[in-house]
Each structure stands twice: as C-alpha cells, then as structure tokens.
C-alpha cells in the first residue's frame, strides 16, 4: 500500500521560501511519479511540480516557474520541492501524490494521480 506523508508546511512572509517534504512507502519500484499539488479556497486542486522517479523528468506550474525546484532522495524515498519568493497568492493547502508511471516526461494534472497524502497548509503573508 503506498502511503504518503508530508511536512513542511507552515506561515511565511511574501518573498520567504519554504521547504516541503513527501516520504514515500509501499513504492514496489521506481516506475512512480510524485508531484506536489496545492488547493486554494473555493478553487480546483492544480499541479505545482511532479518529477519522474524513473529518469528525473520535472514538470513546474507556470504559477511557480522560476521559483519551484523539486528534487528527488531515492535512498529516503523522499521528494522535496523548494518554493522560493513565495507570494500571498501562493497560500493554499499543498498534497503530495503519486501515481505508477513509466513513460516519458511526467504528467502532473491531479485527475492523474491515485495516492495522495493528507496535505499540508501554507499560508503567505503580504
């Protein structure tokens, strides 16, 4: 059974950076995607960065482009997206998910994703 679980989250200052973490298990090998997800208050769940665990491939939002990095510790079974110069409009509940995946690229739409963690708030202040 794969179960996800974040930390990280937290309050920062518009222009601060935070940290988030998903420790992964129930992983059977390394054809996975994780992606970070975030939802905002009466608006739809969007993808903010996925990675491949297979080859690396990395997808980031236009929303964190320039801003997200997310990386990969096989060894820990953990991904890591670092979001700098974060901004109010950044304030939203963020989930770590996964889903089995061997292609090419990393796709990062929520619909495609089937394990999802318990979420994490952010919150941005101006």
């Known amino acids: 059974e794969v179960q996800l679980v974040e930390s990280g989250g937290g309050l920062v200052q518009a222009g601060g950076s935070l940290r988030l973490s998903c420790a992964a298990s129930g992983f059977t090998d390394d054809d996975y995607a994780v992606g970070w997800f975030r939802q905002a208050p009466g608006k739809n769940r969007e993808g903010v960065s996925c990675l491949s665990l297979r080859d690396g491939a990395t997808y980031n939002a236009n929303s964190v482009k320039g801003r997200g990095t997310i990386s990969n510790d096989n060894a820990k079974r953990t991904v890591t997206v670092l979001l700098n110069n974060l901004k109010p409009e950044d304030t939203a509940v963020y989930y770590c998910?996964?889903?089995?995946?061997?292609?090419?690229?990393?796709?990062?739409?929520?619909?495609?994703?089937?394990?999802w963690g318990q979420g994490t708030q952010v919150t941005v202040s101006s």
């Open positions: 998910a996964a889903r089995p995946w061997g292609g090419v690229g990393v796709p990062c739409a929520a619909y495609e994703y089937a394990y």
